[in-house]
């Protein structure tokens, strides 16, 4: 077969017929598209390409044998080992994004015309919602002519109350904390729950790692320490929810002082920074670029005083809340401009250079969000991150003096973390699964609606459950093939959300490499950030011209719990976790203790994203099958996707377990309103 041929039937010269090439052979993947587990039009951007860049990039590919079996039978011809070569050298990343970005394009024209029509399709089930509370049976017999969900009475969207333990049954998909959370809150609530989780445990993104120190220790003390890889801290005062349940299934956390430090060999802007230290210290980046740090300051300011104009943050009614991640819809929040506006375009249109936005902002927020373009990232947004992890530090997040770790040592004082890092993350699923009947390393494949209403959810070990509801709490480009007859509206919702590898699919960011080599971090200031620096970020110019941020998260700092926490400084443990490390370096192979990939990890704060997440309102429901997980949220993080899963499972019919937490409970109807369910 020749390589031109293959070429053509990559899904947009050649709808109908799909072909991919591994080492020299080509398999016709046209009707395996309908099955690929990670969704049709994952597999369709790479279709006409070769495979070798995605099972490096998407290692799921490589776990298991699973890929390779599915591939094999597939096979339709062979390349000539000339055209081999040639097709691996051209699929790049870059043309990798380049197709998955003209899908994306597509799916926004559609998203737009349905975010557009939102106020009539919101106006259409208020009328029946408002007739049906009247006429029950006639708000349910409207609610079957329109296209729309309208809760509590489209078929399958009413809510089911168990009035003998296990009379109604759930299927959750996906073990992550949505997943889990809304299986354990149904649980509670008497449903028969099975939770499938394809990976060999649950807990989705919220992984944890445990660093053999064997070599380097006496013989009695600790050889293991378990640390997270994510979730390794999050400020209380948001998590409202997540604090809700830390408390209820006993598990404790502590204070996390965080501090990031940032060393930028860019040229025009050389010099270091300590996110929490205010100070205009000689060589400091506050002095460097102080012109942009005051633009930005600007920039805060403004997008605060709209935001908080728009939310009605100044009215009486609300002075009493707390302050939420979840309000920026409230009161005439929805007309808030910011929404969309970008808060670089904010910054920039004050007078703040790009130079400040790729050497400070860019890297200090890459360590968050996994991902080094940030130029999308809502203006609505800003106040919280800034509230979070602050880049203008004040005395309400953060803190400094001397301290035990340094002179003048300063830290973000807004984080709570695990008293005991790994042991305590895994408590959390294992005490949320505790009764469930959890299946996993079992993927589900197909979900069918049954004509009696019931749902029959597929296993690949080609077993089924029938059950009443459906909850997917999966990465969204998935559902569409497991959910095969979901509407042409939910089509369009599905195929929105954009993920930070959509971006940046081979970028460091995506693979983590844990390692004990001290010696990526600049020597002058080693010592300094092995103790207190919970981030060491390198930003350097590459010979291509771009700026590439390296990114060294110290889990040395960053661990709590036995093996690390009560040692003295200097015999603590170097555990860093690499990210996307700068030109010419390297970390020496036989201090390296494990890998890791992110793909799929984090919808990125998007407009896209957020009127995807505003439309799925629509769908969410239909026939008893629900979404949640963290694309169904405005943002993403560990309490915005347990909350998602509290609040599917009260669309089901579970009741809101934090009853007695009022702020909570504003933040689960807050989080309700906006997924309108
Ligand atoms: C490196 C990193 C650091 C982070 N740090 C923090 C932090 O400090 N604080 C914080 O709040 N948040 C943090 N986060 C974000 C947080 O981890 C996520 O927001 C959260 O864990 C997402 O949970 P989820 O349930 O929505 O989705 P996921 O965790 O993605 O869960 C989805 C699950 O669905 C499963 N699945 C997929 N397809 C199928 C199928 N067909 N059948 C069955 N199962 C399926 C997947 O295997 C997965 O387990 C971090 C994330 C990363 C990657």
Redesign the pocket.
């Known amino acids: 077969m020749s390589l031109d041929e293959v070429r053509k039937c990559d899904g947009i010269q050649n709808k109908d017929r799909l072909l991919v090439t591994h080492d020299g052979i080509v398999y016709d993947v046209t009707m395996f598209a309908e099955n690929h ?1 990670g969704g049709r039009t994952l597999l369709e951007t790479a279709a006409g390409l070769d495979l070798q860049h995605f099972f490096d990039n998407y290692t799921v590919h490589g776990k298991s044998d699973k890929a390779a079996n599915w591939l094999a039978p597939l096979a339709v011809g062979k390349l000539t080992e000339e055209e081999t070569l040639m097709a691996k050298q051209h699929t790049t990343p870059e043309k990798h994004v380049e197709k998955r970005m003209a899908m994306l394009t597509k799916a926004r024209r559609k998203i737009l015309v349905v975010t557009a029509s939102l106020p009539l399709w919101l106006a259409v089930r208020n009328f029946v919602s408002f007739v049906g509370w009247f006429v029950p049976s006639l708000g349910r017999s409207l609610a079957r002519i329109v296209p729309v969900v309208v809760p509590g009475f489209s078929p399958g969207a009413e809510p089911l109350h168990c009035e003998e333990e296990e009379q109604y049954s759930v299927a959750v ?8 959370g809304a299986a354990w809150s149904c649980k509670e609530s008497g449903f028969r729950v099975t939770l ?4 060999p445990h ?6 944890t790692f445990d660093w053999d120190f064997s070599p380097y220790r006496e013989k009695d003390e600790e050889q293991t320490v378990r640390s997270c ?6 400020p209380s005062l948001y ?1 409202k929810n997540y604090t809700a349940l830390l408390e209820k299934l006993d598990i404790e956390t502590v204070h996390q002082p965080l501090s990031w430090f940032l060393n930028s060999k860019v040229e025009g802007a050389v010099g270091t920074l300590w996110g929490a230290d205010p100070r205009l210290y000689e060589g400091s980046l506050r002095k460097v670029l102080e012109k942009d740090f005051n633009r930005y300051k600007y920039t805060l300011n403004i997008s605060n005083v709209i935001c908080d104009f728009f939310t009605f943050r100044w009215a009486p009614w609300r002075r009493e809340d707390e302050p939420s991640m979840y309000d920026n819809h409230q009161g005439l929040g929805f007309m808030n401009p910011f929404n969309i506006i970008p808060l670089y375009t904010l910054y920039r249109s004050l007078g703040g250079s790009d130079l400040w936005w790729d050497v400070v902002f860019t890297p200090h927020y890459t360590a ?1 969000f ?1 991902v080094d373009e940030l130029r999308p990232f809502p203006a609505v947004f800003g106040p919280l991150i800034e509230s979070q992890i602050p880049l203008l530090p004040n005395k309400s997040n953060c803190w400094q003096g001397k301290s035990k770790r340094g002179e003048n040592d300063c830290n973000i004082n807004t984080c709570v973390t695990w008293k005991d890092a790994g042991k305590g993350i895994r408590e959390v699923f294992d005490r949320l699964t505790s009764g469930i009947d959890l299946r996993e390393n ?4 197909d979900v069918k609606v049954l004509p009696n209403g019931k749902k029959r959810v597929y296993d690949e070990n080609d077993k089924y459950v029938d059950v009443d509801r459906v909850i997917f ?3 969204v480009n ?1 559902i569409g093939n ?1 959910h095969k007859s979901h509407s042409e509206l939910a089509d369009t919702i599905l195929a929105t959300p954009i993920y930070a590898d959509d971006l940046h699919p081979s970028s460091g960011h995506m693979h ?1 490499v844990m390692h004990s080599d001290s010696t990526v971090i600049e020597s002058e200031h080693r010592e300094d950030c092995l103790k207190r620096a919970s981030n060491y970020v390198e930003v350097t110019r590459l010979s291509n011209g771009e700026i590439n941020i390296e990114n060294q998260y110290n889990f040395g700092v960053q661990t709590p719990g036995p093996g690390v926490y009560d040692l003295p400084l200097d015999k603590k443990p170097v555990m860093l976790i690499s990210h996307s490390l700068g030109e010419g370096k390297s970390i020496d192979p036989s201090l390296v203790r494990g890998t890791g990939n ?1 793909a ?3 919808p990125l704060y998007s407009g896209w994203n957020v009127m995807a997440m505003l439309s799925l309102r629509l769908v969410n429901g239909e026939n008893g099958i629900y979404y ?3 694309w169904t949220t405005p943002a ?6 347990f909350l ?2 509290l609040v599917c499972a009260h669309a089901v019919g579970a009741k809101y377990p934090f009853e007695h937490k009022r702020e909570a409970k504003k933040d689960f109807n807050r989080l309700r309103d906006l997924m309108g369910i």
Do not use: K
């Open positions: 587990p998909i996906g073990g992550g904390i949505a997943g889990c499938f989780e394809a990976r649950v807990s989705g993104n919220a992984r890889v994510s979730v390794t801290a999050w998590y968050s996994l079992t993927r589900v494949l709490a999966c990465p998935a497991i983590a992110h799929r990890a984090h949640c997980s963290n993403n993080c560990h309490d915005m996707s998602s899963g």
